[in-house]
C-alpha cells in the first residue's frame, strides 16, 4: 500500500528566510505526486505537481525517485506563504494518499 | 465557473442517527473522491469514483459508511448508526482524467463539518 510521510507537523521560519517542506512517499509503481494547500479560511487548493515542473508562488519541488521523496522549497518565504500544506500521492488507479500536512508558519 | 460543493455545511447529530452529505463535482469530472479530516489530522481516503468504473470503496471505515454517486454528478456519503468518532469534517473533491487515464488535478469543496453528539 502507497504512503505518505510528511515529518514535521509544523515549521515555522523568518520572512526571507528559504524554507523546504519535507514529503517522502512509498509505492511500487510510477507515482503522480502533488503538493496541495490550505489557506486560512479557504479551500485546499492544489499548488503544484510534478509533471509540470513548474515554479508556482515562488515554490518548486523535485522528484526524487531514488530517495522516493519530494520536498518542497522557496529560497525566500513571505509571510503571505503561512498555510497548511499537504504532500499527495496519486497511483495509476487514482487512489490518492496525502500526508498528515505541515504548518508553515511566517514569521515577519 | 462553479466549483465543487457540498451540502449541508454543518451538520450536528445525535449518536446512532443517520446522516447523509451531498458533494456536487464541477460538471464534465469524471473522477470522484470523499476524505474524512479529523481535528489536526490529514486527509483519510474514504471513496473513489471514475467515470463508469466500479468505485474504489477500499478507504471506508466500516460497512456503517456507503457512498453513490449518479453517472458523472452528485454524490452522496451516507453514515448510518452515527458514532462520537465519525464527527469530523468531510471534504469532496473532483476531477478530470489526466493523462493515460491518470487523474488530474483535484478541486476541493468546502466540506461539511459533521458533529456526532
Known amino acids: 500500500a502507497q504512503r505518505v510521510t510528511q515529518p514535521e507537523k509544523l515549521l515555522s521560519v523568518f520572512k526571507g528566510a528559504p524554507v523546504e517542506l519535507k514529503c517522502n512517499y512509498s509505492y511500487s509503481g510510477s507515482p503522480e505526486l502533488f503538493w496541495y494547500v490550505q489557506y486560512s479560511r479557504q479551500r485546499l487548493q492544489l499548488l503544484l505537481r510534478?509533471?509540470s515542473r513548474e515554479s508556482i508562488k515562488g515554490f518548486t519541488a523535485d522528484l526524487n525517485k531514488g530517495e522516493t521523496s519530494f520536498h518542497l522549497k522557496k529560497p525566500f518565504a513571505q509571510e503571505e506563504d503561512s498555510a497548511m500544506y499537504y504532500c499527495?500521492?496519486?497511483?495509476?488507479?487514482?487512489?490518492?494518499?496525502f500526508g498528515d500536512g505541515t504548518t508553515l508558519t511566517v514569521k515577519p | 465557473g462553479a466549483g465543487v460543493s457540498q451540502s449541508p455545511s454543518n451538520k450536528v447529530t445525535e449518536k446512532g442517527k443517520d446522516v447523509e452529505l451531498r458533494c456536487d463535482p464541477i460538471?464534465?469530472?469524471?473522477?470522484l473522491y470523499w476524505y474524512r479530516q479529523r481535528l489536526g489530522q490529514g486527509l483519510e481516503f474514504l471513496i473513489y469514483?471514475?467515470?463508469?468504473?466500479?468505485?474504489?470503496k477500499s478507504g471506508l471505515p466500516s460497512d456503517r459508511f456507503s457512498a453513490e454517486r449518479t453517472g458523472e454528478s452528485v454524490s452522496t456519503l451516507t453514515i448510518q448508526r452515527t458514532q462520537q468518532e465519525d464527527s469530523a469534517v468531510y471534504l469532496c473533491a473532483s476531477s478530470l482524467a489526466g493523462t493515460s487515464g491518470r487523474v488530474g488535478t483535484q478541486y476541493f469543496g468546502p466540506g461539511t463539518r459533521l458533529t456526532v453528539l
Open positions: 499527495a500521492l496519486v497511483t495509476n488507479a487514482g487512489k490518492s494518499t
Open positions: 510534478h509533471i
Open positions: 460538471s464534465g469530472h469524471t473522477a
Open positions: 469514483f471514475q467515470g463508469n468504473s466500479a468505485p474504489d
